[in-house]
């Protein structure tokens, strides 16, 4: 009898609808009956994602400790694949100035392969594919979707598979908000990390009623790119690449 493909889902994204992307990818990795699912709204058992095949997360300013970041830089090292979605590269701080995103944890942001730093508001957006040939993205067209268009800077070799546009600066309450350089925004890109990978897509904005506390106490409800087919399909190829069946 074969063994389960055993995935391993982070979902806890503050000043996100966690409860609803945790929902959705759950039917995602519904759709192989070969995947089995561990959930958890941390890094702490080091153990248990170990064992995992692939680990998927949809999370925003959730800080691992030193030993959680040795162990993600272990797992994916060891031939595994890491599928990180939207504010998985993010760590926020308020300060007088306003939303700083800081030079830490170094050794989950090299794993990454990226650290986020701003984004404008909210707005539709072009993306095109950087890389026609990888199967992550072989057959898309250009696509426009309502999102969040990241901007991070990297560490590391990646190799980008969507990019945008964006050169100005904005007002949305980050401290660095003014980006004056003409360089492809990447909107997902793979990351090699020993005898593994790293899938990272910045694509993913969703929020709540009640998600944006305490900055505002009822927040719009945003579904962003989770309602665009495009953006189904990457995350199904995504999943099938981090189980190995792509």
């Excluded at 300013?61 to 939207?86: C, M, N, T, Y």
């Amino acid at each position: 009898m074969p063994e389960p493909i055993r995935a391993y889902l982070v979902a806890n994204a503050r000043f996100h609808d966690t409860d609803f992307a945790r929902l959705a990818l759950l039917g995602l990795l519904a759709e192989n009956a070969e995947i089995r699912t561990h959930v958890s709204d941390s890094y702490a058992n080091t153990k248990a994602i170990a064992e995992a095949d692939f680990l998927i997360t949809y999370t925003c300013d959730l800080r691992p400790s030193k030993k959680e970041e040795q162990a993600l830089l272990e797992f994916v090292s060891s031939g595994k694949r890491w599928i990180a979605l939207h504010g998985t590269n993010a760590i926020l701080d308020f300060t007088s100035k306003g939303l700083h995103c800081p030079r830490e944890h170094t050794t989950f942001m090299e794993t990454l392969g990226s650290r986020f730093i701003s984004h404008p508001p909210a707005q539709p957006y072009q993306v095109t594919i950087s890389d026609p040939e990888h199967p992550l993205v072989a057959g898309m067209k250009s696509f426009e979707t309502d999102d969040e268009l990241y901007l991070c800077e990297y560490y590391g070799k990646v190799h980008p598979l969507l990019e945008t546009r964006f050169t100005g600066s904005f007002e949305s309450g980050y401290v660095e908000n003014d980006w004056p350089d003409d360089q492809p925004r990447l909107v997902a890109y793979t990351h090699p990390v020993g005898q593994g990978e790293v899938l990272y897509i910045t694509l993913g904005h969703c929020c709540g009623r009640h998600d944006m506390r305490p900055i505002r106490e009822v927040a719009e409800v945003v579904r962003g790119s989770w309602e665009n087919p495009v953006f189904i399909d990457l995350l199904r190829r995504g999943l099938r690449w981090g189980a190995g069946t792509l």
